[in-house]
């Protein structure tokens, strides 16, 4: 039973357009939500994060958006540069189940000249 | 600044056989992890510690042990390895407190193979 989800898989994006990438969530007890960023061989680095009380939080070209009604986030990049392309996870703290993050399955993002 | 040291990158076992990933943190983080990710999944949360002493299990901890006797080292232990346990392994840290984001630390990863 998923928690966070990433609907889409994959998304190619222009150079110079904004990237949208979403996220849902079902545990309305979620504390945090964070965005990390992978490229291939290499762990998960953290890219920003907002607070359940909050609605936008932004810094330099990446902007999180977040819905608590409709339990949806998203990340906006803007605009979008070739150094981009990488796998981004969407990540919820709290919930009252055990410590760390939980994980949705990624959405590879692809950034075409 | 070395950050999160795992050990080693790769491994092949075969079913059966046991090891320890090895995990490093010079932060002086009080929360370390591990966490595995299988092909086109998000990482699921396989064990956890508060500190040293302390262990708890997460999301996927069948298989697997852990311990904690310092601050800065977190091995995780394979005692029978089975073809379920292919993947890659990633250990991460994080300092806790009153203000606690969820920011955490990841090392580069350790991929195992079991044959």
């Known amino acids: 039973d998923q928690q966070v989800k990433q609907n889409s898989p994959s998304l190619s994006v222009q150079e110079g357009r904004i990237s949208i990438l979403n996220c849902d969530y079902t545990n309305s007890m979620f504390d945090y939500f964070l965005w990390y960023k992978k490229y291939p061989a290499e762990g998960p680095t953290f890219l920003i994060s907002i607070s359940s009380i909050k609605d936008k939080n932004e810094d330099g070209r990446f902007t999180v958006f977040l819905n608590k009604s409709a339990k949806h986030l998203s990340l906006h990049i803007v605009p979008s540069q070739p150094g981009d392309s990488a796998v981004y996870f969407c990540?919820?703290?709290?919930?009252?189940?055990?410590?760390?993050?939980?994980f949705g399955k990624g959405t590879h993002l692809i950034i075409q000249p | 600044n070395a950050g999160v040291t795992q050990t080693p990158k790769f491994r092949i076992l075969k079913i059966g056989q046991s090891m320890t990933l090895q995990c490093a943190q010079d932060?002086?983080?009080?929360?370390m992890y591990w966490y595995r990710q299988d092909p086109g999944m998000g990482l699921k949360l396989i064990y956890y510690s508060v500190g040293a002493g302390i262990t708890d299990k997460g999301e996927v901890p069948n298989g697997y042990n852990v311990s904690r006797s310092t601050t800065e080292d977190f091995p995780l232990r394979l005692e029978l390895a089975a073809p379920s346990q292919t993947s890659v392994y990633f250990c991460?840290?994080?300092?806790?407190?009153?203000?606690?984001?969820?920011?955490?630390?990841f090392g580069e990863g350790s991929r195992l193979t079991v044959l």
């Open positions: 991460a840290s994080s300092l806790i407190g009153t203000e606690n984001t969820g920011e955490l630390f």
């Open positions: 990540a919820a703290l709290g919930g009252g189940g055990a410590d760390g993050l939980t």
């Open positions: 932060m002086n983080h009080n929360y």
